[in-house]
T-cell receptor, first 110, second 115 residues
C-alpha cells in the first residue's frame, strides 16, 4: 500500500534557528496536507498543497510541494517556543482516507 | 475548538470490561474517522464512515466495533481489550471524500489505558 515517509523523526533546535521536515510518498499525490500536534493536543490542519511545485507561506512557515508531487517540505524560519510540537504530512491513500507520515517532533531550547 | 468533541477524555478499563467511546461533530460533515495514536506508531486509521456507511476498515481486530447512527455521531465500542490497545483514540471528520482534498478536523481524543 501507499507509504508516506517523514524525516527526521526528531529535531531539537535553539530558539531562533530554522527547522525543516521532509515528506516523501511512494506514489504521486493529488494533494498533500500538513498538520501540527502540540504536546498533549490533537492534530490541527495547517495547509494543503495541490499543484506541482507549489509554494505557500504562513508567516514564518513555508510549505513546498515537489514537481513530481511525491515529496513535500515544511520549513520554519527563526523558530519560537510556540512552534514546539509534532508536524505531520498526510496524503490521500484511497477515496476516503489519509495516510499520515510518522511525524517530526520539534523541541526548542529557549 | 468545539467542532469535534469526544467523551470520555480519559478511560481506564480492565481487559474484561466493555466500554464505548463517543464522538460528535458539529460541522455538518459527511465523513467521520477513528484513528489510533500510540507512542511507537504514527496515526493509524481504524475506520472511515461516509454518510453513515462504513467505507474503510483497516484490518482492525473485532474487539473494536464502530457504530455510526447518523452523520454527526460516531461510537467505538470496546470489549476484551489488551494492554497493547492502550493509546490515544482520535476521532476526526471531514466535509467529503479525502481524495478531493478536504481537511480533517480532529477531536481532543480519548486517552485509553487497558490494565
Amino acid at each position: 500500500g501507499q507509504q508516506v515517509m517523514q524525516i527526521p523523526q526528531y529535531q531539537h533546535v535553539q530558539e531562533g534557528e530554522d527547522f525543516t521536515t521532509y515528506c516523501n510518498s511512494s506514489t504521486t499525490l493529488s494533494n498533500i496536507q500538513w498538520y501540527k500536534q502540540r504536546p498533549g493536543g490533537h492534530p490541527v490542519f495547517l495547509i494543503q498543497l495541490v499543484k506541482s511545485g507549489e509554494v505557500k507561506k504562513q508567516k514564518r512557515l513555508t510549505f513546498q510541494f515537489g514537481e513530481a508531487k511525491k515529496n513535500s517540505s515544511l520549513h520554519i524560519t527563526a523558530t519560537q517556543t510556540t512552534d514546539v510540537g509534532t508536524y505531520f504530512c498526510a496524503g490521500p491513500g484511497g477515496a476516503q482516507k489519509l495516510v499520515f507520515g510518522q511525524g517530526t517532533r520539534l523541541t526548542i531550547n529557549p | 475548538e468545539t467542532g469535534v468533541t469526544q467523551t470520555p477524555r480519559h478511560l481506564v478499563m480492565g481487559m474484561t470490561n466493555k466500554k464505548s467511546l463517543k464522538c460528535e461533530q458539529h460541522l455538518g460533515h459527511n465523513a467521520m474517522y477513528w484513528y489510533k495514536q500510540s507512542a511507537k506508531k504514527p496515526l493509524e486509521l481504524m475506520f472511515v464512515y461516509s454518510l453513515e456507511e462504513r467505507v474503510e476498515n483497516n484490518s482492525v481486530p473485532s474487539r473494536f466495533s464502530p457504530e455510526c447512527p447518523n452523520s454527526s455521531h460516531l461510537f467505538l465500542h470496546l470489549h476484551t481489550l489488551q494492554p497493547e490497545d492502550s493509546a490515544l483514540y482520535l476521532c476526526a471528520s471531514s466535509h467529503e471524500a479525502v481524495l478531493l482534498g478536504h481537511e480533517q478536523f480532529f477531536g481532543p481524543g480519548t486517552r485509553l489505558t487497558v490494565l
